[in-house]
């Protein structure tokens, strides 16, 4: 008679959990550049080679989160957002019906897969009057970031980095996985929150240092890697 409370309680306790109200986990992404909070055109920042810039647009893509568990099924969101930074360096976007359970890190892409890069016209985050898209053939830019730099040898020491491509050899996708501190448990019906430091700083040096004097423009895939393997550091969890 024991056994089979167990058993029965077990069991409801699995059919609640099918019928348990998500969570949801809000993302919020603090923009800084080694410690400084962002602030387009005003403010003056450094770079590792000691060269004063400042920035008048930043604009990227997080593709697809993954919550990956401790145990037991993945959650996956197959969902784009579009980060624009304008006058505010805070942004948040939530993550929705999420299973209950623990979950051992957040996983994520900083570009555009290739399936949605050759799906044509589409709307929301992707839609092209977001400004961040080459051509049909080329697809879409998954980081710009512009500014002025007085090394940049370009008219008005302004300096562009637009970095997109997601075919071999050229490909800038890359995959950014945040292990958590601690197991994350979300309970059902829950809305948490997780902070991201997102240091613009990381995208000017390691693995590669940007000389503004050398590479002020970098709209194609001429060099574009360098910057691409520099922004997988520049996530972090706050």
């Given at each position: 008679?024991?056994?089979?409370?167990?058993?029965?309680?077990?069991?409801?306790?699995?059919?609640m959990?099918?019928?348990?109200?998500?969570?949801?986990?809000?993302?919020?992404?603090?923009?800084?550049?080694?410690?400084?909070?962002?602030?387009?055109?005003?403010?003056?920042?450094?770079?590792?080679?000691?060269?004063?810039?400042?920035?008048?647009?930043?604009?990227?893509?997080?593709?697809?989160?993954?919550?990956?568990?401790?145990?037991?099924?993945?959650?996956?969101?197959?969902?784009?957002?579009?980060?624009?930074?304008?006058?505010?360096?805070?942004?948040?976007?939530?993550?929705?019906?999420?299973?209950?359970?623990?979950?051992?890190?957040?996983?994520?892409?900083?570009g555009?897969?290739?399936?949605?890069?050759c799906?044509?016209?589409?709307s929301?985050?992707?839609?092209?009057?977001?400004?961040m898209?080459?051509?049909?053939?080329?697809?879409?830019?998954?980081?710009?970031?512009?500014?002025?730099?007085p090394?940049?040898?370009?008219?008005?020491?302004?300096?562009?980095?637009?970095?997109?491509?997601?075919?071999?050899?050229h490909?800038?996708?890359?995959?950014?996985?945040?292990?958590?501190?601690?197991?994350?448990?979300?309970q059902?019906?829950?809305?948490?929150?997780?902070?991201?430091?997102?240091?613009?700083?990381?995208i000017?040096?390691?693995p590669?240092?940007?000389?503004?004097?050398?590479?002020?423009?970098?709209?194609?895939?001429?060099?574009a890697?360098?910057?691409?393997?520099?922004?997988?550091?520049?996530?972090?969890?706050?």
């Open positions: 008679m024991f056994v089979w409370v167990l058993y029965y309680m077990e069991w409801l306790a699995g059919w959990g099918l019928f348990a109200p998500p969570a949801q986990l809000n993302l919020v992404l603090e923009h800084v550049i080694d410690g400084r909070a962002l602030y387009l055109d005003t403010a003056v920042y450094y770079n590792a080679l000691q060269q004063p810039f400042s920035v008048s647009k930043c604009k990227y893509y997080l593709g697809n989160p993954v919550l990956l568990a401790a145990a037991g099924p993945d959650f996956h969101s197959n969902t784009y957002y579009l980060a624009d930074v304008e006058e505010d360096p805070t942004l948040s976007f939530p993550l929705q019906k999420i299973p209950p359970g623990q979950y051992r890190a957040l996983q994520f892409t900083l555009v897969d290739s399936l949605q890069n799906s044509g016209v589409q929301g985050a992707l839609d092209p009057e977001n400004a898209f080459w051509a049909w053939n080329t697809g879409y830019i998954f980081l710009k970031l512009e500014g002025t730099a090394a940049s040898k370009s008219p008005g020491h302004f300096f562009e980095f637009h970095i997109g491509g997601f075919r071999s050899p490909n800038c996708i890359r995959t950014i996985t945040l292990p958590f501190e601690q197991v994350m448990d979300l059902a019906g829950a809305r948490n929150e997780l902070r991201l430091r997102v240091n613009l700083g990381e000017l040096r390691t590669n240092t940007i000389d503004f004097g050398v590479h002020s423009a970098i709209t194609d895939f001429n060099y890697e360098l910057i691409a393997d520099n922004y997988v550091d520049m996530f972090s969890i706050r």
